[in-house]
Structure formats: structure tokens, C-alpha cells
């Protein structure tokens, strides 16, 4: 009897086990649902969500060294003021105890065809266009973005790189910049990477890296897990 339960306890322990694979690795792309595009684009190997890190504040040689003067660390960038990280003004950052809270940023690697497909499945409103030929990344969520700041771009463009952890290889720099306004005063910052020299599944590790204002964002996506049927997705 003991045997007969084994039995027919295994193939339903195995399929409970299929069905908690996620719907890019076990469902073509054009049989994706609602729900498994959301759940891509909520947590997947395209789709990170990373605190970043606080800089500290740089003194006024340092800044003039980056090109900028004045009270701020980045042209149109009030993402670390206290208002903005805190909820009050600037006495609330003054009392002991009170320490910085820092937003959470979801990163997508925009221009993966998972990512655009999970993207018009769940219905999302305004995604960012990616131009054919190029690596796109997007931070979304971002606090305290000036748009209307005509040298933001290239503040945010001159700090992002694609880093390869074969260290023989060149890193690859942002060409372009995109800053996308959202509901409730975020922003979406899309960076453009040029496909000067292709990724491969071989590269292993690839480690996005940007700076906004005093925050600094890195975050690892890892060439293995970006397939879909053995072939790399970016």
C-alpha cells in the first residue's frame, strides 16, 4: 500500500513543480497571460527592484571639477533634499535620529523582447520607445526629477555604463538619455546604450551603473537567466 501512495504522490509533486516555473521559461511569448506579463515585469531577470546608495555630499572643488556650482550635486536634481527623502522640510533632517529614506527604483532592461511584450500584454500606458540597434535601461519610480532642466540628459548620461565582468572587454557608456514624467511626480529615466560590441551569453555578469544626484545605482543581470529557449534576450 505504502508503494501504490509513493506512486501516485510523485507525478503530482512534479507537476506542482512545473506549474510554479515561471511563464518564460515553460509558455511561448504570444502565449503569455495578463497576469504573466505583470509577474515579468514585477520580478523576473530583466526586472530588478535596488535601494540605491548615498553619496556624500562633494565639496565645492569637487563640484566644480563635474561642472556644477551652486548648492546642489546635479543640475535639475532635488532627488536628495530632505523634503523629498524625508517628508518635511530641512529641520526634520537636522534631529538626531532621523536618517534618510531612501526610495526603491525598479530597473527594467528595457529593450529585452520579453520586457516589450510583457510591457503591451499587461496593458501599461506610455512605455519608453527604444530605437532598433541599441541596450536600453530604465529606472523607474525616481523622485525629485527637474524635466524641464535642458542639461539633466547629460548630467545622467555621462554617469551610466555597462560594465562586463571580463574586464578585457570595454565598457559600454550611455549615448543617450530619455527622462519620462509619470503620475505623482516620478519620473522614468531611460538610458541608450549602442550595441558597438554585442553581448553575449558567454559575458556571464553585465552590471548596469548610474549616478542621479548623490544617488548611485548598480545593479547585476546575469546573461544565463536573460534566455528564453537558449537564446539571449536584451
Known amino acids: ?14 507537476l506542482l513543480l512545473m506549474a510554479a516555473d515561471p511563464a518564460w521559461k515553460t509558455k511561448q511569448i504570444d502565449q503569455w497571460s495578463e497576469a504573466d506579463a505583470k509577474a515579468i515585469l514585477t520580478n523576473s ?18 563640484r566644480r571639477v563635474g561642472g556644477t ?16 527623502l524625508l517628508g518635511g522640510g530641512s529641520s526634520a533632517a537636522g534631529k538626531r535620529g532621523h536618517r534618510p529614506t531612501m526610495p526603491v527604483f525598479e530597473i527594467r ?13 499587461a496593458h501599461e500606458q506610455d512605455s519608453p520607445d527604444v530605437a532598433a540597434g541599441s541596450y536600453a535601461v530604465s529606472i523607474y519610480d525616481v523622485p525629485g526629477i527637474d524635466i524641464n532642466q535642458k542639461t539633466l540628459p547629460y548630467e545622467l548620461k555621462r554617469e551610466a555604463v555597462l560594465k562586463f565582468a571580463d574586464k578585457k572587454k570595454k565598457d559600454l557608456h550611455a549615448s543617450r538619455v530619455d527622462i519620462l514624467p509619470q503620475e505623482g511626480g516620478l519620473t522614468t529615466i531611460v538610458y541608450i546604450f549602442p550595441r558597438t ?38
Open 1 to 14: 500500500m505504502k508503494t501504490v501512495l509513493k506512486l501516485a504522490i510523485f507525478p503530482c509533486s512534479v
Open 45 to 62: 531577470p530583466w526586472v530588478h527592484k535596488v535601494t540605491p546608495a548615498l553619496l556624500p555630499q562633494r565639496g565645492e572643488d569637487q
Open 69 to 84: 556650482m551652486g548648492g546642489d550635486d546635479g543640475v535639475g536634481l532635488s532627488v536628495l533634499t530632505p523634503a523629498t
Open 109 to 121: 532592461w528595457e529593450s529585452a523582447h520579453p520586457v516589450r511584450a510583457a510591457e503591451v500584454k
Open 197 to 234: 560590441h554585442e553581448i553575449t551569453a558567454e559575458d556571464g555578469r553585465i552590471t548596469f551603473m548610474s549616478q542621479i544626484g548623490r544617488l548611485a545605482v548598480a545593479q547585476y543581470f546575469y546573461t544565463a537567466e536573460m534566455q528564453i529557449q537558449g537564446k539571449l534576450e536584451l
